[in-house]
C-alpha cells in the first residue's frame, strides 16, 4: 500500500501512568494541577534520601488482556507497555483485548511493526543480594565465585532473569498484537521512547510498515533505580513534601521525583488510516534528533544538541520558528517541556528554546507534566506526546505546578499551576514535545491538527 507524501497519523493512543490509565480521566487531572507522588511502597526505602516516587498503584494486566498467558512472568515494565498498547489498539479500531474473542490483528502482520524505548526490567534484588553476601570471603576480602554461583543457582528463577533484559517489552508486544514486521528497542535514557516514536515515523514514511506501535515504558522505582539517581544528586530531597517536591523552572527546584508507567501510540500512514475508516486524532509533522558528545550526565551548556533537534523537527514540519504563523499565533501553539526540575535542565532548555525561537520564544506556552506525573524515563516522551496530541483535541495547555519562586534564568511562559484554555486563539493546531536524555541524546517531535 502506498504512502500519500509519507504522510503519518496517530489513530490511537494508550497510557498508564501514576495518575491512572484512561486518557481522558488522567488529562482531566493534568489540567487541575494533581499530583500522584507520595512515599515509595514497591521496596522498604524509608533511610534513602529520597523515600518518594510517583507509583502506579493497583496495575492489573487482565483489565487490558483477556488471554494473559505467555505474560505470567512479565516484569512491570513490559506490563505496562501491554496495557497501554491494549488501549491504544483498541482506541484505533483494531479491536478490544480486553474481551474474549475481541483481538483484531493487522490483514498482513509482516506491515505491523513495534518501536519501544524500554527500560531494562527489575532486578531480582533480594536474591541478588543473598548471592552477593552469602558468597562473600571475608576471610580473603574477595568475592567465592564457586559459592556465589552455587547460592544464584538455588534461589534465581530463569524466566525473572530474562524478564530483565529490556528487549523483553517488545517481545510481549509482539506475541499480544501479532507483530511480525520490524521491531526495535532502543536505550536512550530519557529520550528514549520520543526516539521511538520519531524512528517508528520514519520507517513508516519510508513505507516499511503500514503500522507502529511505538512509545515506551519503564520503572526504575527499584532499590538499585532509586540509589543511582540519588548519588548523581538528580532527585529531590523533599519527603516532608511530595506532591510539591517536583519543581520544574522554579528558582527552589532541587531535582525530579522518579516516576514509572508507559505511553504508547498506533502510528499509520495516512492511507492505511483512511482505506479502513479510521479516525486520524493528529499528524506527525516532524522529527528532529542530536547528539551532544559532551558528558555522560550533563547537558551541553549553551543546548546546542537540543537546538539541533528541536529545528530539525521544525524544519521537517515546515516551520519557522522565529516567524508567527499565518494568524498571527506563536509558530507553535504548545511546547511540551521536557522540564525535569533539576538545575541544569531547565535553565539550559529555557536557554535552547531562546536561542531557537528568537522573540517569539516568550509567546509560545512551555509547560512540563513531570511537575504532576513524576519522571518516567523511558516512558516520560511518549507520555508527553500524547499530552501534545490531547492539547490538540481539546485546545487547552497543562500548567506546570508548583511553580511559585520563578528563577531569573528561566523566564518563558511555562504556564504556571494553571492549566490554559486556548480555544478562544484558535486552539493548538500545532505541538511539539522535547526529551533530553542522559549521555546528550536529544530527540523532538512536532506533531499538528489532522485536515
Given at each position: 500500500?502506498?504512502?500519500?507524501?509519507?504522510?503519518?497519523?496517530?489513530?490511537?493512543?494508550?497510557?498508564?501512568?501514576?495518575?491512572?490509565?484512561?486518557?481522558?480521566?488522567?488529562?482531566?487531572?493534568?489540567?487541575?494541577?494533581?499530583?500522584?507522588?507520595?512515599?515509595?511502597?514497591?521496596?522498604?526505602?524509608?533511610?534513602?534520601?529520597?523515600?518518594?516516587?510517583?507509583?502506579?498503584?493497583?496495575?492489573?494486566?487482565?483489565?487490558?488482556?483477556?488471554?494473559?498467558?505467555?505474560?505470567?512472568?512479565?516484569?512491570?515494565?513490559?506490563?505496562?507497555?501491554?496495557?497501554?498498547?491494549?488501549?491504544?489498539?483498541?482506541?484505533?479500531?483494531?479491536?478490544?483485548?480486553?474481551?474474549?474473542?475481541?483481538?483484531?490483528?493487522?490483514?498482513?502482520?509482516?506491515?505491523?511493526?513495534?518501536?519501544?524505548?524500554?527500560?531494562?526490567?527489575?532486578?531480582?534484588?533480594?536474591?541478588?543480594?543473598?548471592?552477593?553476601?552469602?558468597?562473600?570471603?571475608?576471610?580473603?576480602?574477595?568475592?567465592?565465585?564457586?559459592?556465589?554461583?552455587?547460592?544464584?543457582?538455588?534461589?534465581?528463577?530463569?524466566?525473572?532473569?530474562?524478564?530483565?533484559?529490556?528487549?523483553?517489552?517488545?517481545?510481549?508486544?509482539?506475541?499480544?498484537?501479532?507483530?511480525?514486521?520490524?521491531?526495535?528497542?532502543?536505550?536512550?535514557?530519557?529520550?528514549?521512547?520520543?526516539?521511538?516514536?520519531?524512528?517508528?515515523?520514519?520507517?513508516?514514511?519510508?513505507?516499511?510498515?503500514?503500522?507502529?506501535?511505538?512509545?515506551?515504558?519503564?520503572?526504575?522505582?527499584?532499590?538499585?533505580?532509586?540509589?543511582?539517581?540519588?548519588?548523581?544528586?538528580?532527585?529531590?530531597?523533599?519527603?516532608?513534601?511530595?506532591?510539591?517536591?517536583?519543581?520544574?523552572?522554579?528558582?527552589?527546584?532541587?531535582?525530579?521525583?522518579?516516576?514509572?508507567?508507559?505511553g504508547i501510540v498506533v502510528l499509520e500512514s495516512l492511507d492505511h488510516a483512511l482505506a479502513r475508516g479510521a479516525r486520524p486524532l493528529a499528524e506527525v509533522?516532524?522529527?528532529?534528533?542530536?547528539?551532544?558528545?559532551?558528558?555522560?550526565?550533563?547537558?551541553?551548556?549553551?543546548?546546542?544538541?537540543?537546538?539541533?533537534?528541536?529545528?530539525?523537527?521544525?524544519?521537517?514540519?515546515?516551520?519557522?520558528?522565529?516567524?508567527?504563523?499565518?494568524?498571527?499565533?506563536?509558530?507553535?501553539?504548545?511546547?511540551?517541556?521536557?522540564?525535569?526540575?533539576?538545575?541544569?535542565?531547565?535553565?539550559?532548555?529555557?536557554?535552547?528554546?531562546?536561542t531557537l525561537f528568537g522573540e517569539q520564544a516568550k509567546r509560545v506556552p512551555f509547560s512540563s507534566v513531570k511537575s504532576m506525573l513524576g519522571h518516567l524515563?523511558?516512558?516520560?516522551?511518549?507520555?508527553?506526546?500524547?499530552?501534545?496530541?490531547?492539547?490538540?483535541?481539546?485546545?487547552?495547555?497543562?500548567?506546570?505546578?508548583?511553580?511559585?519562586?520563578?528563577?531569573?534564568?528561566?523566564?518563558?511562559?511555562?504556564?504556571?499551576?494553571?492549566?490554559?484554555?486556548?480555544?478562544?486563539?484558535?486552539?493548538?493546531?500545532?505541538a511539539m514535545s522535547n526529551s533530553f536524555g542522559f549521555g546528550g541524546q536529544n530527540n523532538t517531535i512536532v506533531v499538528k491538527r489532522f485536515g
Amino acid at each position: 500500500m502506498g504512502n500519500s507524501g509519507g504522510r503519518v497519523v496517530i489513530t490511537g493512543m494508550g497510557w498508564i501512568t501514576p495518575l491512572g490509565d484512561d486518557v481522558g480521566a488522567v488529562w482531566e487531572r493534568l489540567l487541575k494541577g494533581d499530583a500522584a507522588a507520595g512515599p515509595v511502597t514497591r521496596f522498604p526505602a524509608r533511610t534513602f534520601l529520597t523515600n518518594f516516587a510517583a507509583e502506579v498503584r493497583g496495575f492489573d494486566l487482565r483489565t487490558y488482556l483477556s488471554d494473559t498467558r505467555g505474560h505470567e512472568d512479565a516484569h512491570v515494565n513490559s506490563l505496562y507497555a501491554l496495557g497501554a498498547a491494549s488501549r491504544a489498539w483498541k482506541q484505533a479500531g483494531f479491536g478490544d483485548l480486553s474481551r474474549p474473542g475481541g483481538a483484531g490483528r493487522m490483514g498482513n502482520p509482516r506491515r505491523l511493526g513495534i518501536y519501544l524505548g524500554a527500560g531494562e526490567g527489575i532486578l531480582d534484588f533480594d536474591n541478588y543480594a543473598e548471592a552477593n553476601i552469602r558468597g562473600w570471603d571475608a576471610s580473603r576480602r574477595a568475592m567465592d565465585d564457586g559459592r556465589w554461583a552455587q547460592v544464584a543457582y538455588a534461589r534465581m528463577e530463569r524466566a525473572r532473569e530474562v524478564e530483565q533484559e529490556p528487549q523483553m517489552a517488545v517481545s510481549h508486544l509482539a506475541e499480544a498484537f501479532g507483530a511480525r514486521g520490524p521491531c526495535f528497542n532502543c536505550m536512550t535514557a530519557c529520550a528514549a521512547s520520543t526516539q521511538a516514536i520519531g524512528e517508528a515515523f520514519e520507517i513508516i514514511s519510508r513505507g516499511d510498515a503500514d503500522v507502529m506501535l511505538a512509545g515506551g515504558t519503564h520503572s526504575m522505582i527499584h532499590p538499585l533505580g532509586m540509589t543511582g539517581f540519588i548519588r548523581l544528586t538528580a532527585m529531590s530531597k523533599r519527603s516532608d513534601s511530595p506532591l510539591t517536591a517536583s519543581r520544574p523552572f522554579d528558582s527552589t527546584r532541587d531535582g525530579f521525583v522518579m516516576g514509572e508507567g508507559a505511553g504508547i501510540v498506533v502510528l499509520e500512514s495516512l492511507d492505511h488510516a483512511l482505506a479502513r475508516g479510521a479516525r486520524p486524532l493528529a499528524e506527525v509533522a516532524g522529527y528532529g534528533s542530536s547528539a551532544d558528545s559532551y558528558r555522560i550526565t550533563d547537558i551541553q551548556p549553551e543546548g546546542l544538541g537540543a537546538v539541533a533537534a528541536m529545528a530539525a523537527a521544525l524544519r521537517e514540519a515546515g516551520i519557522d520558528p522565529k516567524k508567527a504563523d499565518s494568524s498571527g499565533r506563536p509558530p507553535v501553539q504548545y511546547l511540551s517541556a521536557h522540564g525535569t526540575g533539576t538545575k541544569e535542565n531547565d535553565s539550559i532548555e529555557t536557554l535552547a528554546v531562546k536561542t531557537l525561537f528568537g522573540e517569539q520564544a516568550k509567546r509560545v506556552p512551555f509547560s512540563s507534566v513531570k511537575s504532576m506525573l513524576g519522571h518516567l524515563i523511558q516512558a516520560a516522551g511518549a507520555v508527553e506526546l500524547i499530552t501534545c496530541v490531547q492539547s490538540i483535541l481539546t485546545g487547552f495547555v497543562p500548567p506546570t505546578i508548583n511553580l511559585h519562586s520563578p528563577d531569573p534564568r528561566c523566564d518563558l511562559d511555562y504556564v504556571p499551576n494553571v492549566a490554559r484554555d486556548l480555544r478562544g486563539s484558535g486552539g493548538v493546531e500545532t505541538a511539539m514535545s522535547n526529551s533530553f536524555g542522559f549521555g546528550g541524546q536529544n530527540n523532538t517531535i512536532v506533531v499538528k491538527r489532522f485536515g
